[in-house]
């Protein structure tokens, strides 16, 4: 073959080339495009939100992914707007409808649940790519006044200047939804002393202080804060 058939053919079949891709249509990527992935890190059955103050959050981290690299919007439809709002990771109101844009392949939202007052709600986000292809998840939403935790104490025991106490087994009321204990405080003579992050507690005491608790003068309570920054009841300490 010359070199003049050897140009026509080569050009030929780029023109073939060319041709086959201007048939193809959205229709045949269509069916090539997977949906996008939509979740929730650490997802309970039941979101705790505590309407006590609006600052109260309670927080997930939606998680936005798509193979073909085309999400387009985010967005989602709360039960109740007016009660329930949801919020960005600057305290902002989340809008109904959040643009990603095209070619994105991973994507972290973290969403704040703010509840205004009690009740249960649901909130619906959804993902759709640029093909309107799209991926739900569905968010229920139990808001109520905060419960107290509950501070036990289990051993106590003063030995010269030294001060032991084990708070094993103080719960939060709430844990059901979320609630957990933060810090254990101990009051002497109903003064803050020190606040502690873990249940066992050794502390140091003045000699006078000592004097006073082993005669009675003085009295020791412990009481723990939760992660809504709640104080519980003060229990008393028996030595």
């Excluded at 193979?67 to 967005?75: F, I, T």
């Excluded at 986000?125 to 640029?130: E, G, M, Q, V, Y």
């Excluded at 569905?138 to 030294?162: D, E, M, Q, R």
């Excluded at 204990?181 to 002497?188: D, G, P, T």
Aim: proline residues 3%.
């Amino acid at each position: 073959m010359n070199l003049r058939m050897q140009m026509k053919s080569i050009i030929l079949s780029a023109m073939a080339i060319v041709g086959l891709s201007s048939c193809v249509g959205n229709s045949y990527y269509d069916n090539l495009n997977n949906p996008p992935t939509l979740n929730a890190t650490g997802l309970t059955d039941t979101i705790k939100v505590s309407p006590v103050t609006f600052t109260n959050k309670s927080s997930e981290v939606i998680n936005c992914y798509d193979y073909n690299m085309n999400m387009d919007v985010l967005s989602y439809d709360c039960s109740d707007t007016t009660n329930v709002h949801v919020l960005d990771d600057k305290g902002s109101r989340f809008p109904l409808s959040y643009r990603i844009g095209s070619y994105v392949e991973k994507f972290s939202q973290k969403i704040y649940f703010n509840a205004i007052t009690e009740g249960d709600f649901t909130v619906k986000f959804s993902l759709k790519d640029t093909f309107k292809k799209s991926s739900d998840l569905t968010v229920k939403i139990h808001a109520f006044y905060n419960w107290l935790p509950v501070a036990i104490i289990k051993t106590a025991s003063l030995s010269g200047i030294t001060l032991t106490l084990n708070c094993n087994g103080s719960y939060d009321t709430d844990a059901k939804y979320g609630g957990a204990i933060k810090s254990y405080l101990v009051y002497i003579d109903g003064e803050k002393t020190m606040e502690f992050f873990t249940p066992s507690i050794t502390i140091l005491l003045s000699s006078q202080t000592a004097t006073n608790i082993n005669s009675k003068v003085s009295a020791i309570y412990v009481a723990c804060r939760d992660n809504d920054g709640q104080i519980g009841n003060k229990i008393k300490v028996s030595i």
